[in-house]
């Protein structure tokens, strides 16, 4: 008996809410100029730090793009999260309808989920006393709101909705479980990516391992310092190629297969032979040589630890000859649930539109790296595969590969 073709598995639409351009286009121009997002705190006191400065948004009303849900419902991430949804949705050329009509999944990471409205809790708490917290406050924080929030704004009946709280790596995972699902004929459409807010608890507990970088974020530099934090969401609505065909969507990108692994080797230390095999796993599961690899939007958080290690990772892979390797966390932060997401938006412009985007801040590659990071500005490139890695505290790895559109064009059903 033959066995029946796999479904393949596309991005059709995305929704990109960050520090260096909301929406698409905007996205795109601040990946192309090599924009940066880093910009003193404001929504919280910085009293008491040395150095307070983040990738925060600053210039986007999340509850413009709200239709359905009450924002007062809704903690920030939430609010990020169903407006890139909203974004994502427009962006592939549905309505509401439509996705009521089908099997719908909703899969998205978080690392800190509301964390921002439980800061303002336990500050009410320690400042007034329990009895001044506020219900409406209390009722917001719950991490299920995060993909709850998605399927009530699109009024869906037939959906799953899944929160993963796989800490810096939970965008990929949530990317994974959507071509799961869509190559298992589970669901017609996957709304998937992650979200995160700024909040005082990360911000402090980054800056207290030493870990936060006092002006600038500047992966595989000799002279990095560490991470700037961000915020945002990136979501993107995945289906079928012959659900897209039938449709006459706009295909993005292919999603060609993903790797996970947990090593639970250290708390926060990432271990350089665990982060190997998941990159082997994800490019097994795609049915991909690391010789095809174009590019490697890389996890780069910019720690003396993380990039040694990712570098180190990566050449175990590919060798000598590894793929020129970014960090888009140079110019909008490590948004956290978030960042996986972001990077798979970025890469599948990058694919769309045939450029690199920048590793900015760059000024001399540490040795110990040895990566082409594409220091500092964008560079015209075609190109096939990409690989988006993302690796996250507690050893949770999460790899996603995506190919060009048409890259195969042989048909299937």
């Known amino acids: 008996m033959q066995e029946e073709p796999a479904r393949r598995v596309v991005i059709t639409g995305m929704g990109p809410v960050s520090g260096i351009g909301v929406g698409t286009a905007e996205f795109l121009a601040g990946l192309r100029a090599g924009a940066s997002a880093a910009k003193p705190v404001t929504s919280f006191d910085t009293e008491g730090f040395d150095h307070a400065i983040a990738c925060e948004i600053t210039d986007f009303d999340p509850d413009t793009w709200i239709r359905r849900v009450d924002p007062a419902t809704l903690g920030r991430a939430s609010r990020f999260c169903v407006a890139a949804a909203r974004m994502a949705v427009a962006d592939a050329g549905l309505s509401d309808a439509d996705l009521r009509d089908r099997s719908c999944l909703i899969s998205i990471g978080t690392t800190d989920a509301e964390s921002r409205d439980l800061d303002h809790l336990v500050e009410t708490e320690l400042d007034q006393g329990p009895e001044h917290m506020d219900p409406a406050t209390a009722r917001r924080v719950s991490p299920g709101r995060l993909s709850a929030a998605v399927a009530q704004e699109f009024g869906l009946r037939r959906a799953e909705a899944v929160t993963l709280p796989t800490a810096c790596a939970a965008g990929n995972y949530a990317i994974g479980y959507g071509f799961d699902a869509l190559r298992a004929g589970d669901v017609d459409m996957v709304l998937c990516g992650g979200a995160d807010a700024l909040c005082r608890k990360t911000f402090t507990g980054f800056y207290r391992l030493g870990a936060l970088a006092p002006e600038r974020c500047q992966p595989f530099d000799a002279d990095r310092q560490g991470i700037l934090i961000g915020e945002g969401a990136g979501i993107l609505l995945l289906e079928t190629l012959a659900s897209a065909r039938a449709r006459g969507a706009r295909v993005y990108a292919e999603v060609l297969g993903y790797g ?26 795609a049915g991909v040589k690391p010789a095809e690899v174009d590019l490697i939007s890389a996890h780069g958080t910019g720690t003396r630890a993380n990039d040694v290690t990712e570098a180190g990772a990566i050449r175990t892979v590919f060798g000598a000859a590894a793929p020129r390797t970014v960090s888009v966390k140079s110019m909008l932060g490590h948004s956290m649930g978030a960042a996986g ?15 690199i985007p920048p590793t900015i801040n760059h000024e001399r590659t540490d040795p110990e790296c040895g990566l082409d990071c594409v220091p500092n500005h964008a560079v015209d490139a075609d190109l096939t595969i990409v690989q988006n890695n993302g690796l996250a505290f507690g050893g949770n790895n999460a790899v996603v590969v995506l190919g060009k559109a048409g890259r195969r064009t042989e048909a299937w059903s």
Do not use: K, W, Y
């Open 260 to 285: 996970l692994n947990c090593d639970a080797h250290h708390p926060v230390a990432p271990d350089q032979d665990s982060v190997a095999r998941c990159m082997q796993l994800a490019l097994d599961n």
């Open 341 to 355: 997401a972001l990077s798979a938006i970025a890469c599948s412009l990058a694919l769309t539109e045939g450029f």
